[in-house]
Each structure stands twice: as C-alpha cells, then as structure tokens.
C-alpha cells in the first residue's frame, strides 16, 4: 500500500494570504486528488491532480483559487488562495491504490484568522 | 448522480454493545463501497472495504456486505469498544475511477 506524506500538518494563516500544501507518494501513482473536510462535514473532492496537464476541477472549484501542480508521479502541492475564513478546513490528499482503493495523507488543518 | 447516505450520529454505545451503522448509496455502474474511520486528531483510515456484489468486508471485528438489491453497505460490529470511539464515512467510488463520494460521516462514542 502507499503511503502518503502531507505537509503541513496544521498552520494558522492570515485572511487575504496563501497556503500551500505538499503531498508526497512514496511510490509512483498516476491519480492524486484533493479533498476538503469542512468542520463537522464530510469530504469533498476539489480537484484530480493531472501530471503532466491541468489539474481537473470539481463544481464549485476554481482555478484561481485553488492552484494545484502534479510536477511527477510521486508530488503534487495544492494552494488555497487568497484565504478567508471561510477556508478553515482539512485538506486531505488522496492517491490511487489497487482496486480502486484510495490512501489518504494525514490530512492539513488550516485556520484562517 | 452518485450518492451516499449515512445514518447521522452522533451514536452513544456502551462498551460490548452491538453497532450498527447504516448507509445507502445511489450509484451508476459498478462502485466500490468503503468504509473509513477517522480517529480524533488523525486522519482516514480505511476500515474496510468490497468491491462486488454480495462480497464482505472486514476488519478489526467490523463487518459490511455490498448489498446490491437494496443499495446498502451497513457497518456492524457485534462488541464495540471504548477504543472504536470514532467518525466512520461510508464511500464509493465513482465506477471505474478513484473518485469518492463520501457519507456525512456518524460520529461513535463508547462509553466504558
């Protein structure tokens, strides 16, 4: 099984600045996704990590608010812009398994102040 | 679209009681249904997981069946403990791909 390290783990951040966040396979993957958990809420999927192309985004999710890079099989950074309260969350990355099964980092807790 | 529905907690359970965790889901084509456990502070673990039609998952003493008649994929435990204090997702994932859709989650307290 893969495993996942994400980077940060927590951080507190000022409105109007940005956070990015690192995750890294330890083994080589062709999907990687990223997902937000709201306080008290379930996960959401925000984006698929492309390597090689653009990041594909769900509804809802733009761009310019949440740039995502997948410079290689094993790394992509996903950066929350121009943040607000209302992007306190965790933000999980996610890899492909086998079987479609997913594994999950540890998750970055962000609060914006 | 695809869909999951989860029994919304939170769920108060004394220690060796039997749990139950119920979840539908509405889907096109052949998901994978999956189970994961997120422990306080940490984050998500698969539990279990099945891939198929009347398969069952297992794990740690939890079990769930992928039935397919009445689009479910109910988590059970027949002896929880103060250990397994909890939010459990239930999830699929989007036919052919690695895409989940998760549940709302079901926070679990198990009380000694």
């Known amino acids: 099984s893969a495993v996942i390290s994400q980077k940060p783990s927590r951080d507190i951040c000022q409105r109007g600045t940005s956070l990015t966040i690192q995750c890294q396979v330890d083994s080589q993957v062709t999907m990687m996704f990223w997902y937000r958990q709201q306080p008290g809420q379930s996960l959401t999927l925000i984006a698929t990590?492309?390597?090689?192309?653009?990041?594909?985004?769900e509804s809802g999710f733009v761009i310019d608010k949440f740039p995502i890079s997948r410079p290689n099989l094993t790394f992509s950074t996903l950066t929350v812009s121009n943040l607000s309260p209302e992007d306190s969350s965790i933000y999980l990355c996610s890899a492909e398994g086998e079987n479609t099964e997913a594994f999950f980092g540890q998750g970055t807790r962000l609060t914006v102040v | 679209g695809d869909s999951v529905t989860q029994m919304e907690g939170p769920v108060t359970l004394s220690e060796e009681a039997f749990l139950t965790i119920n979840c539908t889901y509405t889907?096109?084509?052949?998901?994978?249904l999956f189970w994961y456990v997120q422990y306080p502070g940490e984050g998500l673990q698969l539990l279990l997981k099945?891939?198929?039609?009347?398969d069952k998952g297992s794990n740690k003493g939890f079990e769930a069946t992928y039935r397919k008649e009445t689009t479910s994929f109910h988590l059970e435990k027949g002896s929880v403990q103060v250990s397994d204090s909890a939010v459990y997702f239930c999830?699929?994932?989007?036919?052919?791909?690695?895409?989940?859709?998760f549940g709302t989650g079901t926070r679990l307290k198990v009380l000694a």
């Open positions: 990590a492309n390597q090689g192309s653009e990041a594909t985004y």
């Open positions: 099945a891939t198929k039609a009347d």
């Open positions: 889907a096109t084509g052949y998901p994978s």
């Open positions: 999830a699929l994932s989007v036919s052919g791909t690695y895409k989940y859709i």
